[in-house]
Every structure is written in structure tokens, then in C-alpha cells.
């Protein structure tokens, strides 16, 4: 299908050669200095200890890390031997399943940060001498960038290491802001019509982005904000987790089997709820987006609600389509980087912002905080796009399509920039509950709707 429609121009092409090698330096700074504060902040027993079978010890994650970065950085882009081909089978993630990590001759924490720190070196001794263009894995200094988001997507990783993690708080941020729109309403009409899904300029997006094609999507209607702890909180004290009517089998079978109650870290106490956040024990604050639930809790609220989970292309037309000029934004706001008034990224903050704290972040339509705070849960399974081309290896995306995966769009609290635009796909399977992830709700249209 041929796109009527255009989409956001490449933030990179107008750049000159070292002012695009200087964006992915300070890319690859930003995430290393977010490794080393996550790693540093516990002891290394908390580094090689296992907090969960869920998650991989934290020293595991870092030297991970590195090996990633020696492969495509120092080796095929800076065409050096290996420095450790040694290790290249134990960080390998498709070889070894997180639960087995622990019993690895993993490399220790100081050697682990030696590692990563001789091949920081080599990389950004790599990014000096690499053609930005006339091969597509350096074109816009794509490699770093692609390295960059692997690490902070694995500093997400991390972060969700250490929710799990026992013990008392070692991470410490301030608080996000306040709610600071007026009166909005609850839900969003997004009229029928094309858009452009997906990307093909996007300097930085990942295989699974792209290509950009058109796509109609029907008349429907989105809530205007994530779906709230206190909005969540109903569902539960109505007895929702009890009541097979709004649980799909699949969803209803697991809730039965391990036992859920409530969203993942949550405990009723005489008042109310609570929940354990980084290692503090706090009341469940009502105007936050939940997070911590599953696909299946997602889609049981929402046909509790008497309404649905987004599909994917749904939450994309509302994210980024413009429907003055027609075209397709990189964010929700526009072609501009966020910032801190744009959305709640990056671990500036702990937690999930109240409804209502990012006004500028919203979109056209007037649909907020679709960037930030929590993943939010999508109905569709996970696919290529028409077009697909794995790049620049199959292990990335193409390995994990299928019903197993759902999509999950617009990043939590715990992602960071780089790794976040209004293209970005994550996916996971409909289970997980210890990731970032929460939620907002869409309908069809009622009959006289436009």
C-alpha cells in the first residue's frame, strides 16, 4: 500500500559528521553512567546473587553488556580482534536462560567492569574512525545508537532487578510532579482514517520499526489517560479477580495457578492497599497509572469496564497522527526530543507521575502520557511489518514473532530517551508482571459516534 501521508523527517540528516558522532557519544556516556550507578549501588554480593528466576544477577547484565558492544563496536565496526572471545558463549541470552545464570563461570564484578570499560574504549576509538555513510550498520552512526539502546534497555532490565531485589532502598530519586492539567475528559475520539505506522527515516529505529506504511484504522475511542491505582483498585474491591466473567481461559487459568490477587508487589492492609517500591513499604498513591500487571489483568479490567486494550496500530494513530496536516510525528508532541516536561523517562523518577502531569506531552487529539511512565499493554500480537527485513540480525525481532508475544508500547519511568519514540515496539509474553508495564483502555464507536 502507497502512502498518501509523510512522516517526520531523519532528526539526524542535517547534522554534520561530528556533530552525529558527537549525539552518539553522549548516547553511550548517558548509559554507561546509568550502568555504573545501577551496579554501584549494592554491594557485589548483591551483584552475583540471583534476586529472582525471573531476572538475571545484576553482574550477568553488565558484562552482557559489553560483550554486545565488543561484537558490534569493537569487531565489526572497528574491525579489532576480540579481546575476550572466551566469553562470547556464556553472554550469549538465547544460550543460557536466565533461571541457569547463576551456576555460569560468570566474570566477576571487578572484572566485569574492567571489561567494560577497556571495550568502552575501543568502541569510542571506533566512532572516531567509522564512515557514517556507504554502509547501512554506520549510516547516522546507527550501530552506536542501536549499542546504546541495548544497554539502556538492559539498565531497565536492571532497574526491575532491583524491585525485586530484598532489603532496604539503594536507589533514591525525587518525586515526580503533580497532576498539572485541568479537567480533561475521560476518553479521546480518534476519527477513521489512514496514517503512517511504523518508520523508514527514523536514523535509530530498530528492524521491527520499520518499514513505514499506511494503515486505516477505524473510528474509535481511547482513554485520554493510563489507567489509574485508584481507577484499578474498583476493579479489585468489586471482586474482579474472583469473577471468572471478565478473564479470557488462558488469563483465568494462570490467575488460578499461581494464586494473583492484585497487581504484582501489592498487599491489602486494614485501610487499604499497599504496595513495596524499591525497597519502600507505602500506601498505593490513587491518581498514578497501575503498573505491575500482566497482559491478562490488563485485559480483564478492560472488559470489566466494558471496553478493550487497544490494538496496536489503535494506540500508534493516537500517539502520533496529526490529523490537521496529516502527518506522522515522532512523538506524541512532535519531532522534538523529550524532555522533562514532555514525559516522565529516563529514572528521573522512581515511580509512575500522576495523571495529568504532562500536559505537554499530549498529543494532537489530546491524549496524555502516552510516552513515559508505564508500557502500556496493546491487544496485538507481536509481528513484522509488511516489508520486514531483519537487520541487523534476526535474533533482535524476527526470532520472537508470533501469538506467544504481546506488544507493549510508549516506555515506563525506566526507560530512557534513546530507547523510546513514537515507533518503538517492546513486547513481552502476556504473563509478565515484575516489567514496567500498565495500561489505558479503547471502545468501538457507538452508533452516531464520529
Known amino acids: 500500500m502507497t502512502a498518501v501521508h509523510i512522516e ?6 542535517e547534522l554534520a559528521p561530528e556533530d552525529v558522532r558527537a549525539h552518539a557519544a553522549a548516547a553511550l556516556a548517558r548509559a554507561r553512567e ?27 547484565d553488565l558484562a552482557h553488556i559489553g560483550s554486545q558492544e565488543e561484537i558490534w563496536l569493537v569487531r565489526d565496526v572497528g574491525g579489532r580482534e576480540p579481546l575476550r572471545p572466551d566469553i562470547d ?24 567492569r574492567d571489561y567494560v570499560g577497556q571495550v568502552r574504549a575501543k568502541a569510542l576509538e571506533a566512532l572516531d574512525r567509522a564512515p557514517l555513510e556507504g554502509r547501512r550498520l554506520t549510516a547516522s552512526a546507527f550501530a552506536f545508537g542501536m549499542v546504546a539502546q541495548h544497554e539502556q534497555q538492559h539498565d531497565e532490565t536492571m532497574l526491575a532487578t532491583h524491585q525485586l531485589r530484598k532489603g532496604e532502598p539503594v536507589l533514591h ?15 479521546v475520539i480518534v476519527p477513521a482514517g489512514p496514517f503512517v505506522m511504523g518508520t523508514s527515516v527514523e536514523p535509530w529505529a530498530l528492524d521491527n520499526e520499520r518499514p513505514a506504511h499506511e494503515v486505516h484504522v477505524d473510528g474509535f ?15 479489585l474491591d468489586s471482586g474482579g479477580y474472583t469473577d471468572r466473567r ?14 494473583i490477587a492484585a497487581p504484582r508487589f501489592w498487599r491489602r492492609e486494614a485501610g487499604g492497599w499497599w ?112 516489508g520486514f527485513t531483519a537487520f541487523p540480525y534476526r535474533e533482535y525481532s524476527e526470532v520472537f514473532f508470533g501469538p506467544e508475544y504481546k506488544v507493549l508500547r510508549g516506555g515506563s519511568f525506566g526507560t530512557d530517551p534513546v530507547a523510546i519514540r513514537g515507533t518503538f515496539r517492546n513486547w513481552d509474553y502476556p504473563i509478565r508482571r515484575q516489567i514496567f508495564a500498565g495500561f489505558r483502555c479503547a471502545r468501538d464507536l457507538r452508533p452516531g459516534e464520529v
Open 275 to 386: 504496595r513495596t517500591r524499591f525497597g519502600v513499604y507505602e500506601r498505593v498513591p490513587a491518581d498514578e497509572p497501575v503498573v505491575h500487571v500482566s497482559f491478562h489483568e490488563a485485559e480483564a479490567y478492560a472488559a470489566w469496564a466494558g471496553k478493550r486494550l487497544p490494538t496496536e496500530a489503535e494506540w500508534e494513530k493516537a500517539a502520533r497522527h496529526d490529523p490537521v496536516s496529516g502527518r506522522s510525528r515522532r512523538y506524541p508532541w512532535g519531532d522534538a526530543d523529550p524532555t522533562a516536561e514532555h514525559a516522565n523517562l529516563g529514572q528521573r523518577h522512581l515511580r509512575p507521575a500522576a495523571v495529568g502531569a504532562y500536559p505537554r506531552g499530549a498529543s494532537p487529539l489530546g491524549v496524555h502520557q502516552l510516552i513515559g511512565d508505564v508500557w502500556e499493554w496493546t491487544s496485538s500480537d507481536f509481528a513484522g511489518y509488511p
Open 173 to 187: 530519586a525525587p518525586a515526580p510532579p503533580p497532576c498539572r492539567t485541568a479537567a480533561a475528559p475521560a476518553e
Open 221 to 235: 475511542a481511547i482513554d485520554t489517560f493510563p489507567v489509574t491505582n485508584g481507577q484499578y483498585t474498583a476493579f
Open 8 to 13: 517526520s523527517p531523519n532528526p539526524l540528516a
Open 34 to 60: 546509568r550502568t555504573a550507578a545501577l551496579t554501584d549501588a549494592v554491594d557485589d554480593d548483591d551483584l552475583t546473587r540471583q534476586h529472582s528466576k525471573l531476572m538475571s544477577p545484576l553482574v550477568w
Open 89 to 112: 558463549d556464556l553472554y550469549d541470552a538465547f544460550q543460557h536462560p536466565r533461571a541457569d545464570r547463576p551456576s555460569l563461570p560468570l566474570l566477576g564484578p571487578a572484572e566485569a
Open 246 to 259: 471478565w478473564w479470557s481461559e488462558a488469563g483465568w487459568a494462570y490467575l488460578k495457578q499461581h494464586g
